[in-house]
């Protein structure tokens, strides 16, 4: 079945450091991916999607690319905030009504 | 334009309780969705709704029953409380049934603990 698998965490960071976080899946289809954040006490929310090869996603000065050659969709900010503390989870559907696939979720953890 | 709502915030049931947690949203949306957030393991869906009268299991359905008399509501139904049902849970919407592009607007989560 499908799946996606997120590089484990905490991940501890300066503010202003570069963040990466690691995602790869496995589809049988031909998948949408997502970025949701999670922030403390708080439900899930979009942060950035990609529909097909090539695509890159943006928001909030997050960036990550659907790269299906490697079947990954790394996300990257190029400077964290102490307000990026959350945790992160990659996620893909392949089904027409949208199910989503989520990872396991990396905490993050950016200090002043 | 509440989103979605979800009630309660926080309970606490002893083994064999029944109960339900509820969903709404009010956006119109025709796809809901029932998941649960354990540590380490993300979420994972346990119900889902394509519109009013349309329910189908996910990936963890045992233990769990939901209806979908409305297109604005979608509750969850616990049979039978157990201590393997202590979650946070969350309830999901989009705006089409082809979601598959479409952004999922998530509820803030009903944490629930079974003794």
């Known amino acids: 079945g499908d799946s996606v698998t997120q590089m484990e965490g905490p991940v501890t960071l300066s503010e202003e450091a570069f963040l990466t976080i690691n995602c790869t899946y496995t589809?049988?289809?031909?998948?949408?991916l997502f970025w949701y954040v999670q922030y403390p006490g708080e439900g899930l929310q979009l942060l950035l999607k990609?529909?097909?090869?090539?695509d890159k996603g943006s928001n909030k000065g997050f960036e990550a690319t659907y790269r299906k050659e490697t079947t990954s969709f790394h996300l990257e900010k190029g400077s964290v905030q102490v307000s990026d503390s959350a945790v992160y989870f990659c996620?893909?559907?392949?089904?027409?009504?949208?199910?989503?696939?989520f990872g396991a979720g990396t905490q993050v953890v950016v200090t002043p | 334009n509440a989103g979605v709502t979800q009630t309660p915030k926080f309970q606490v049931l002893k083994t064999g309780q029944s109960m339900t947690l509820q969903c709404a949203q009010d956006?119109?949306?025709?796809?809901m969705s029932w998941y649960r957030q354990d540590p380490g393991m993300g979420l994972r869906l346990i119900h889902y709704?394509?519109?009013?009268?349309?329910?189908d299991q996910g990936e963890v359905p045992n233990g769990y029953n939901v209806s979908r008399s409305t297109t604005e509501d979608f509750p969850l139904r616990l049979l039978s409380a157990a201590p393997s049902q202590t979650s946070v849970y969350f309830c999901?919407?989009?705006?089409?049934?082809?979601?598959?592009?479409?952004?999922?607007?998530f509820g803030p989560g009903t944490r629930l603990t079974v003794t």
């Open positions: 996620a893909l559907t392949t089904d027409s009504w949208g199910k989503l696939q």
């Open positions: 709704s394509v519109g009013a009268g349309i329910t």
């Open positions: 589809a049988t289809g031909y998948p949408s």
């Open positions: 956006m119109n949306h025709e796809y």
């Open positions: 999901a919407s989009s705006p089409d049934s082809q979601g598959a592009t479409y952004e999922q607007y």
């Open positions: 990609a529909t097909k090869a090539d």
